[in-house]
Nanobody
């Protein structure tokens, strides 16, 4: 079955950078996408970024555009989220997720079928 394992979250100062990784295994779909979401305490899970595995097409939330970059390594079956110029409001648990059909751009959590366990990112001011 599909397994997603995130890593890379930690405590960082505002203005700093982090790179999150999500290693995928058991993926057998022909055309799929990977996404990053985040959830802060007391808030709903929100879309951060998405990449279509085959074409590499990317989509970003307005709140992270220009600061975050999503990428993938096909050989390692890993998706990355490079986060620069971090702000305290970026503090959240970050989750990677897999959309097994990828027929259109999807930004709602309910549209992704598989999820990792999450990794905590804390940005101090």
């Amino acid at each position: 079955q599909v397994q997603l394992v995130e890593s890379g979250g930690e405590l960082v100062q505002a203005g700093g950078s982090l790179r999150l990784s999500c290693a995928a295994s058991g993926v057998t779909f022909d055309y799929y996408a990977m996404g990053w979401f985040r959830q802060a305490p007391g808030k709903e899970r929100e879309f951060v970024a998405r990449i279509t595995w085959n074409s590499g097409m990317t989509t970003y939330a307005n709140s992270v555009k220009g600061r975050f970059t999503i990428s993938r390594d096909n050989a390692k079956n890993t998706v990355y989220l490079q986060m620069n110029s971090l702000k305290p409001e970026d503090t959240a648990v970050y989750y990677c997720a897999l959309d097994r059909s990828a027929v259109r751009i999807k930004i709602r959590p309910t549209e992704y079928e598989y999820w990792g366990q999450g990794t905590q990112v804390t940005v101090s001011s």
